[in-house]
């Protein structure tokens, strides 16, 4: 049997080494010849490698997979996509030539999903840029792109920056305290990560443990030591060399 040459990409490393290791191992029909872990290497290597198939992540750093498909000169491939999405997004893949795997990947539907591209390489066309434009507005029409995307071991979760109370940092991993219900959120990027993807009108980090929604911040407590009492009834302490930036940005505003 003919192999289809194949590119992962997902721009989570944890996700990617698990896809390719399921596709390497479970998918004999399948050769993977590259794994892309940005939005730019992907981008290269679709035009420069030309595969015959992508496993493509539907969130890329700051943009989408249909950002990507849009942009690539060479179009001539099958798309598996990667989704975290719900059973929205499921029913607009379904009306598309296109197919898609949910996270946590399952070994039964990675095997079913490659054997059905394979069955119809010869015949079934490519995804078009109509359909591209479909999919997007379908699978994003309700999360519109200004929100942040959070991903963990197992799912990603879209929220509204708004909702944040304030972020925690715990090690290598990212805790969001949300309004909502008082939910709670384990992100798998640092902390400082996501300073730099945050509005600065809106977030200030306080401590190299804490970033507060400054919309939440109630009050400054000096009594005990600086500390934030946040719209939830949590106290966070201000370190002492950014009491004073904190103080100054309040002041500005």
Known sequence: MEKLRAILIDDEKNNLDLLSHF?????????VISECLTYRDALVQ????????LFLDIVLDENTAFDLLKEVKFKKYKI???TAYDEYAIKAFKFNTADYLLKPILIDDLIAAVGK???????SEYLDASQISNLSNSVLGKHPMNFLTISGSDRIDFIDPKEIIYMQSNGRYTEFIL????RKIMA??????????????LFFRIHNTYIVNLSHLLNINKKSGNYCEMSNGDALPISRRRYEGLMKYLKNT
């Not at 679709?46 to 198939?53: H, R, S, V």
């Not at 591209?117 to 015949?123: E, F, L, Q, S, V």
């Not at 309004?179 to 008082?182: F, I």
């Open 23 to 31: 596709v390497k191992k479970y998918c004999l029909d399948v050769e």
């Open 46 to 53: 679709i035009d420069e490698l030309k595969p015959d198939l």
């Open 80 to 82: 598996i996509f990667t």
């Open 117 to 123: 591209i394979h069955k119809g390489w010869k015949t």
């Open 179 to 182: 309004s909502n219900n008082k």
């Open 188 to 201: 798998s990027k640092s902390l400082g990560e996501f300073e730099g993807l945050l509005n600065s009108a």
